[in-house]
């Protein structure tokens, strides 16, 4: 059947009081083209919706009798008005007239409008004068963006021609005015996206390099032209014939992945999500596999990177003709290249007849800052030279990787160089490694980009270092006193460089770092400053997140494996950019203080010989003395507190701040003596940079963690740290630092004290009475986190357990819960949330006071999966 039928079967339909024959046409359609999608032929196909939407729309306006109104028009606008409808897209209509419809042509055009309803159609429609349409193209710059592709379906062609010759004419919108505004539009849409292509779930129609950027061409050159059917860029010279022919190619490429997205969904659906992304790469005949989805995704990622090459070389152009020359002088650095209002442009046509051509271009952007960017001419040529010179990688010439080291030895590269050496391909071309893992997706809720991207990202947080230094100032003078730049900058760029290789992409990485070191002839003792540093760029954020750092083993462990206050302040800088360039979303204060500590600990140790215990000593006497005099300011006596203090070990005093302490020891010795029955629940946002502490004081009770947790979870919060104290007066006292759904502090004083409230009344009720509604979000359903278990015996009779496991609602209620049922003690907890994995650290003992025994360890590794393994359900506890 081909849609000529479905057109023909439409029109024998003789009335619209026939819905359920209409209906037929509709979803018939709706599936024949899902069964003639072959993965490759979303052109024909968006075409053929498009032409059976027509006769369908026109056949129901006839059938009303609407075709003999007078000076009254169906008319497509938007994408509809192109002639192109993905499956689910939305039908854009405007019902045009001359005149305020009379009662019937209200009558009647309500009556079409409904039945398109009715007969299940996705339509967007307005009905406007040609007065009110014009009116509201001239305040919204999208009503204006769709009248630009407006086409006539049925009707009155006088009215229709009046609107588009008053649509276009310059007092509506000059081409001028037209132009800055969908600039400005394409800039904001790309901050949405974090102006990065490589996002992991991205928007088809709206990321930047994607379909929208290949529409904002059409349309700036429709308004400018006042016509536009593919060719006229070439005849005014804004594109090459092949030019124009790659981004036809690049349309058709993100026509198929949205085509195959619609099906899948079988809905509007413009998001790659992860949800999708196996069933997308199958239909499109990639398999369903992982690496079908790598293949798919990595096919998508040069797919945009071409499109936003395009797309910045048209709209520079356009800039230049539509707003008018520039009057600033133009400033010529050498035979090459000139620059004039910031933009870098060539002189002649080849600027770059050789690899070190290209890399000598970057240390010309390294050593002039006053080139912001590169002109649309001077794109074109670099495109060429890339693609002129891909037999073989860069690094393979001596000439480049002497040019190569130098620019990575200079700080400055890595502001506009660096990005025009990743947007453009270049680092791709140098270097094999990088080549690989271009556009490679990571299959989790912890990266929010591709492992380039990420990547980039992560040198340009470096940069950050040097500029903005109020910004982290122990970074700032970590990376001004080095001697060596290139050491840190190359670390990070080798840092996930072996990922997707199989086996520990550290240990591989650091194997590459030896021969690129050896190969640009860089010092042994740099090179081994930069395989450690890759070997081991996990080190410092695993052991602050998953590891007591307040344990002198711990921090001796961890001084050990450092070595050195150099190998310290460098891997503690690489691990900063590191986790903030992961995620926009992942870096808190929590993170910050967590590995501030870790750092400072580490620092003093290594001062002190690797005597941890004595740095720790150290730290118990300068707390309680800077605690003394904020309680003395607070006008809470030394006979007050002392004998608070006297019940809580050395062990209190080094994990607290003073302020916290000062805190804590005013709140407990405020209220004098608590009975069996009564609970001390309190909140500051005043004590910890890292979020809310949440104060429990009281005698000891069963499940006490668990209903904490389970009253957090119910309110959006997560407890990012849990310290359990039991008073040498048999008191428990637990301080928790809780965050809310954004990973920030609680957002004021008035809803910690709620949440604490909260907590008390769960507290004072008997049993596990609270019940957790939350639902496991959208995105974890699709993640496969199985639940490890790993048991280490500390020096004082405790087990800690290292757990992964995936991140569900009421986790860890169920855990605190499991812990009762098994007798076990709960001592300290550090929760970590990685995306969609929790990767958590209990301490705890068991009935006896003492590390578990290996018979309880298996039961509960045992227990623990059956818990956390087990499907999503509604908690009751």
Request: aromatic residues 8%; neutral net charge; proline residues 3%.
């Amino acid at each position: 059947m081909t849609i000529d039928n479905f057109v023909n079967e439409v029109k024998k339909i003789t009335s619209l009081n026939d819905l359920k024959a209409f209906k037929q046409a509709v979803e018939g359609n709706y599936a024949w083209l899902a069964q003639h999608f072959n993965g490759k032929n979303a052109d024909e196909l968006v075409l053929a919706r498009a032409k059976f939407t027509d006769e369908l729309l026109c056949h129901a306006w006839r059938l009303l009798s609407l075709d003999g109104s007078k000076h009254l028009s169906l008319c497509a606008v938007g994408g509809y008005g192109r002639g192109q409808l993905q499956p689910y897209s939305d039908i854009d209509l405007l019902i045009l007239s001359k005149k305020p419809l009379s009662n019937t042509q209200q009558d009647t055009v309500s009556q079409f409008i409904t039945f398109l309803w009715d007969i299940k159609l996705e339509i967007g429609q307005a009905v406007r004068t040609i007065k009110d349409t014009i009116q509201l193209a001239k305040e919204d710059i999208t009503i204006a963006t769709n009248l630009v592709e407006a086409r006539l379906l049925a009707g009155c062609k006088d009215t229709f021609d009046a609107l588009m010759k008053k649509a276009i004419a310059p007092r509506t919108w000059s081409s001028k005015d037209f132009f800055k505004a969908k600039l400005d539009e394409q800039i904001k849409r790309h901050h949405k996206f974090n102006d990065t292509s490589y996002n992991l779930e991205p928007n088809i129609k709206e990321n930047p390099g994607c379909l929208r950027d290949i529409q904002s061409i059409g349309w700036v050159a429709k308004k400018h032209f006042q016509e536009y059917d593919g060719t006229t860029l070439i005849g005014h010279g804004y594109f090459t014939e092949l030019e124009h022919a790659e981004l036809i190619e690049c349309r058709s490429a993100l026509w198929q992945i949205r085509f195959a997205l619609h099906i899948i969904a079988g809905r509007s659906e413009n998001r790659l999500l992860f949800d999708y992304q196996p069933q997308v790469a199958k239909l499109l005949g990639y398999g369903e596999d992982k690496p079908a989805v790598e293949k798919l995704m990595k096919h998508l990622f040069r797919i945009v990177q071409r499109v936003s090459e395009l797309n910045s070389m048209l709209l520079q152009r356009f800039s230049s003709d539509i707003l008018g020359q520039s009057r600033k002088k133009i400033y010529c650095f050498n035979q090459d290249f000139c620059v004039q209002d910031g933009k870098l442009i060539p002189q002649h046509d080849n600027c770059f007849p050789s690899p070190v051509a290209i890399l000598s271009f970057l240390e010309l952007l390294t050593k002039n800052p006053e080139i912001k960017g590169l002109d649309g001419k001077c794109i074109r040529q670099l495109r060429n030279a890339r693609r002129k010179f891909q037999s073989n990688y860069y690094h393979e010439y001596e000439d480049c990787r002497k040019k190569f080291i130098e620019l990575v030895s200079n700080p400055d590269f890595f502001d506009l160089a660096w990005d025009i050496m990743h947007l453009h391909g270049i680092l791709r071309a140098y270097l094999p490694e990088w080549d690989n893992i271009v556009g490679m997706m990571q299959f989790d809720l912890f990266h929010a980009y591709t492992v380039d991207e990420h990547t980039h990202r992560l040198v340009k947080y470096v940069r950050r270092y040097y500029l903005q230094k109020e910004e982290f100032p122990r970074c700032s003078r970590i990376v001004n006193d080095l001697d060596e730049p290139q050491v840190l900058f190359i670390a990070a760029i080798f840092h996930d460089i072996a990922k997707g290789r199989g086996g520990d992409h550290s240990k591989l990485g650091a194997k590459d770092v030896y021969a690129f070191c050896q190969q640009h002839e860089i010092s042994e003792k740099n090179t081994q400053m930069i395989a450690w540093l890759v070997e081991n760029h996990l080190l410092m954020s695993v052991v602050a997140q998953r590891r007591d750092i307040y344990d002198p083993d711990v921090v001796k462990e961890f001084a050990s494996a450092v070595k050195s206050q150099s190998h310290l302040e460098l891997l503690y800088a690489l691990t900063l950019a590191d986790i903030r360039a992961t995620n926009n979303n992942l870096w808190n204060d929590w993170k910050a203080s967590l590995l501030r500590e870790l750092y400072l600990l580490t620092h003093k140790a290594l001062d002190n010989g690797l005597q941890c215990q004595d740095t720790l000593a150290e730290r118990v006497v300068s707390h309680k003395r800077q605690a003394a005099l904020k309680l003395e300011e607070l006008q809470v006596a030394e006979s007050v507190y002392l004998p608070f203090w006297s019940q809580m070990n050395d062990d209190y005093f080094t994990r607290f701040k003073p302020e916290q302490i000062a805190w804590h020891t005013k709140t407990i010795t405020s209220i004098g003596s608590l009975s069996p029955n009564e609970v001390l629940v309190a909140a500051s946002n005043e004590t910890s940079r890292a979020g809310t502490e949440l104060l429990i004081y009281c005698h000891d009770r069963p499940a006490l963690f668990a209903q904490i947790a389970s009253v957090l979870d119910s309110r959006n919060c997560s407890i990012h740290d849990a310290q359990i104290v039991v008073t040498k007066d048999d008191y428990v006292f637990d301080s928790m630092i809780i965050l809310d759904e954004n990973a920030e502090r609680i957002s004021s004083q008035a809803r910690a004290n709620n949440i604490a409230s909260a907590v008390k009344e769960q507290l004072l009720k008997p049993g596990r009475s609270h019940s957790n509604q939350r639902r496991m979000s959208r995105q974890m359903r699709q993640l496969d986190v199985p639940t490890k278990v790993r048991f280490f015996d500390t020096q004082d009779a405790s087990t800690l357990i290292e757990l992964e496991a995936l991140d569900a609602p009421g986790l860890l209620a169920r855990i605190g819960h499991l812990f009762v049922d098994l007798n076990i003690t709960l001592k300290m907890a550090k929760i970590t949330t990685i995306g969609e994995r929790a990767e958590d650290v209990f301490i705890i003992t068991n009935a006896d006071g003492q590390a578990l025994t290996h018979e309880q360890k298996v039961l509960l590794r045992k227990q623990l999966k059956i818990k956390l393994d087990q499907p999503e359900v509604n908690t009751a506890i």
